[in-house]
């Protein structure tokens, strides 16, 4: 039976270390608040007019490329996650793509927000068991600090976000003990816009009434950037933190229950859990309802802080790097994040 491997691992964090002491500069919050609620110490921040969700990237998979043992040339498919991409339109596969200068291969984006790593590992471990692909080059990549709202009015989720990508080379393997063994995809739009960032968007209010633009003077378009918004400065993410919270720690737990269940295993077989760093707090409740000792679950938030697609692919590449994982152990990685969506994938290193 051909299962789908990580043949090789990279990570890249942009240089720009960013405390809590520095956010308390510019905004009304303080190390001794982020620290308590969050778990976070510092973040990177992307370098304006150098790191891009794309640049950071392609540091990230020249990493994997090489661990995997190939070249850029070899590899079939390049599959994207991110909710912080480079342009609206097109995507950041393509400008990976380009620099890696590959062969004219299918590039994919994922938007699946903190989730979008394992829907994309989901997606290329399809490709791959069903002999398409054999080389996929699956990338988690996070831009946040361009985008944040770094007054006081945004410190509920500016404080937690942090910039940096993380990338995987998947290939094929006949060997019984190692590989993907299950993923597992949810969602549920019903909170659709309790952790979003609406505008600029083409939604014109259709879902959230109070958001609905004027008409502008004209007979068409017009809708997508409103000087109203531009005006109201309505164009950052918003997030009920606590409904975040809430559902996060049953959600999590739940999708690796499913994942043990469908391979007939407990939580006594898990070597290492690699959750989405979204917040210490969710991560020790999460470790706590499965009755994770403290060696079995990696955390790196607090010195990355979250960042979305990038975070399980950053803390699996740090976990592997410090020999946390060995070949053989069994890797449970899980998320939770906007749309709502969630999931989670069981493998042999
Ligand atoms: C965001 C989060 C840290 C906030 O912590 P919380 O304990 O729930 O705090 P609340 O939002 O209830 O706010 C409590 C108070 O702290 C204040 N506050 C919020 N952010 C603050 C900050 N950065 N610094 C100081 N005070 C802050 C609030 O204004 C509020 O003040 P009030 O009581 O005077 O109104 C927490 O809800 C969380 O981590 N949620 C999950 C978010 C997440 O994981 N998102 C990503 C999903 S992938």
Not at 63 to 79: S, W
Request: hydrophobic share 40%.
């Amino acid at each position: 039976m051909i299962r789908s491997k990580i043949a090789g691992i990279g990570m890249y964090v942009p240089k720009n270390v960013v405390t809590n002491d520095d956010l308390s500069r510019v905004m009304d919050t303080s190390d001794a608040w982020i620290r308590e609620r969050t778990g976070i110490r510092e973040r990177r921040f992307a370098s304006r007019y150098e790191d891009t969700t794309t640049t950071m990237a392609f540091e990230a998979a020249q990493i994997a490329i090489r661990r995997a043992g190939i070249t850029a040339r070899d590899i079939d498919f390049i599959v994207f996650a991110t909710l912080s991409p480079d342009y609206f339109f097109p995507g950041c596969g393509v400008l990976l793509q380009r620099l890696l200068e590959t062969k004219e291969i299918g590039a994919l984006d994922v938007r699946n927000q903190c989730s979008g790593f394992l829907y994309g590992l989901s997606v290329a471990d399809q490709f791959i068991k069903s002999g398409m692909y054999r080389n996929i080059l699956l990338v988690g990549s996070e831009t946040h600090s361009y985008a944040l709202d770094f007054t006081t009015r945004g410190r509920n989720l500016s404080v937690i976000f942090g910039d940096g990508a993380g990338a995987v080379v998947l290939q094929p393997t006949e060997n019984e003990n190692q590989g993907i063994l299950s993923t597992h995809l949810h969602s549920d739009g019903a909170e659709a816009e309790t952790l979003a960032m609406l505008n600029p968007g083409f939604h014109a209010g259709r879902f959230v009434r109070e958001k609905r633009p004027s008409l502008p003077d004209k007979p068409y378009g017009g809708l997508f950037i409103t000087e109203e918004l531009v005006e109201k400065e309505d164009f950052f993410p918003q997030m009920d933190g606590p409904a975040v919270f809430k559902k996060a720690v049953v959600k999590i737990p739940e999708v690796v229950m499913e994942a043990l269940q469908k391979n007939n295993l407990t939580t006594a077989d898990i070597d290492m859990l690699i959750p989405h760093q979204a917040n210490l707090r969710i991560s020790q409740v999460v470790q706590h309802a499965l009755g994770l000792s403290d060696d079995r679950v990696h955390n790196n938030i607090q010195k990355f802080g979250n960042t979305t697609a990038a975070s399980i692919p950053i803390a699996l590449c740090e976990a592997w790097e410090m020999q946390k994982i060995k070949d053989g152990n069994l890797v449970c990685l899980a998320a939770f994040g906007s749309g709502f969506t969630w999931a989670s994938a069981l493998l042999r290193w």
